[in-house]
């Protein structure tokens, strides 16, 4: 692999809410257009985050802002912030937005993590749709999850399966002020309908001693049709992250096989799934090369080849990797790099977009792979 093309897609405003940008990803629509998603705020945790929405037709070389994209209207009566936006290509020309929405008004001024108890304030997903490539949006629709989930967490687009199903991955939370033990867990929900209505959850990471966290699941489907998720994992008895777990579905996400760690640390990025079944996956290795990186592999199961490796983005000195969950949780709010997104391209290329600055403006680039 190799870089071709990179360069930066948003214009960050120091002291502005314009401020620092996060949270990319990005969607290879079946015409060609390519549409990509980011968060903007006055930094990496305030009431005044929303979701830009910028559109390329020359394969990420230019790209422009998509003006008032999505709707600011309050949800549930209370005001909120929008987190993320995830993009999916239900058919040609029928896009499906789903979002991350966070309450900012039951607990005004309050940080998204409690730091006494690790909660976190009340959040809601929901869905809207575009039937002309994002220009204009349906109504935002919550999605009804059970509440023993708690808050939810997006971190993954709407996942459309072979036989027509959607597959939404969730990633549940504590409420802001319960101080009992954490007992995080990656579940998905399978809807039939388009995403009207969901059935009950399946987990897809879970220890049940509440050690290990599985953060950030990135989800994907793979040429032949079975998933493969890739986890960020946390071992809070230990007090450190480990290396990025991988687990494979042959069953639409019903079931998982085993853990695999697959030698990379130590945040997954989401990957891209080629036509011929190889995998790009970029990951952030934070406490060692302090870089963006990534991999090839031929298959969704295979190995990722050391060989392949290149750089994306290097940042600087490595940091500690030996926090507890409150200072991990605190210390997201400052990191100034992180979260690739990978997509394949019509002519075979990959794309990965990611943030990068420092504490007072984050910007969104990307890097064009050619493989």
């Known amino acids: 692999m190799k870089?071709?093309?990179?360069?930066?897609?948003?214009?960050?405003?120091?002291?502005?809410?314009?401020?620092?940008?996060?949270?990319?990803?990005v969607l290879a629509c079946q015409d060609g257009t390519l549409l990509m998603t980011c968060r903007r705020g006055s930094n990496k945790d305030c009431a005044d985050?929303?979701?830009?929405?910028?559109?390329?037709?020359?394969?990420?070389?230019?790209?422009?802002?998509?003006?008032?994209?999505?709707?600011?209207?309050?949800?549930?009566?209370?005001?909120?912030s929008l987190r993320v936006v995830y993009l999916t290509e239900a058919d040609e020309g029928h896009l499906l937005a789903a979002s991350l929405w966070i309450d900012r008004e039951t607990q005004?001024?309050?940080?998204?993590?409690?730091?006494?108890?690790e909660g976190c304030l009340p959040m809601g997903v929901f869905l809207a749709d575009s039937y002309d490539g994002g220009r204009s949006w349906s109504a935002w629709r919550p999605v009804c999850l059970p509440a023993d989930l708690g808050p939810p967490s997006l971190t993954n687009p709407l996942l459309g399966l072979e036989d027509g199903a959607l597959l939404l991955s969730i990633e549940t939370n504590k409420q802001y002020d319960d101080a009992s033990k954490w007992l995080q867990r990656v579940v998905t929900?399978?809807?039939?309908?388009?995403?009207?209505?969901?059935?009950?959850?399946?987990?897809?990471?879970?220890?049940?001693?509440?050690?290990?966290?599985?953060?950030?699941?990135?989800?994907?489907?793979?040429?032949?049709?079975?998933?493969?998720?890739?986890?960020?994992?946390?071992?809070?008895?230990?007090g450190r992250y480990c290396p990025i777990r991988r687990r494979l579905s042959q069953d639409s996400g019903r079931t998982w096989s085993s853990a695999q760690d697959i030698g990379l640390a130590d945040q997954a990025?989401?990957?891209a799934m080629l036509p011929d079944g190889r995998v790009v996956l970029a990951w952030v290795d934070r406490f060692g090369s302090r870089s963006i990186r990534a991999r090839?592999?031929?298959?969704?199961?295979?190995?990722?080849?050391?060989?392949?490796?290149?750089v994306i983005y290097q940042h600087g000195e490595s940091a500690s990797n030996r926090l507890?969950?409150?200072?991990?949780?605190?210390?997201?709010s400052i990191w100034s790099y992180g979260l690739p997104y990978a997509e394949t391209l019509g002519n075979g290329d990959v794309l990965v977009v990611y943030y990068a600055g420092d504490q007072t403006a984050m910007d969104i680039h990307y890097a064009r792979l050619s493989l």
């Open 3 to 25: 870089i071709i093309d990179a360069g930066r897609i948003t214009q960050s405003v120091p002291g502005t809410e314009r401020a620092v940008y996060t949270f990319p990803a």
């Open 324 to 332: 507890g969950v409150s200072a991990t949780l605190d210390d997201m």
């Open 189 to 238: 929900l399978r809807s039939d309908d388009g995403g009207m209505t969901w059935g009950a959850p399946s987990d897809a990471g879970f220890d049940r001693s509440g050690r290990i966290f599985h953060w950030d699941l990135r989800l994907a489907v793979a040429a032949d049709g079975r998933l493969v998720s890739f986890a960020w994992i946390y071992d809070s008895v230990a």
């Open 49 to 80: 985050e929303w979701v830009e929405l910028y559109r390329s037709t020359d394969g990420g070389r230019r790209w422009r802002q998509m003006a008032n994209a999505f709707s600011k209207a309050t949800v549930g009566g209370a005001a909120s």
């Open 296 to 310: 090839l592999a031929l298959d969704a199961a295979a190995d990722f080849d050391p060989a392949s490796e290149m």
């Open 108 to 117: 005004p001024g309050a940080p998204l993590f409690n730091p006494r108890t």
């Open 269 to 271: 990025g989401h990957p």
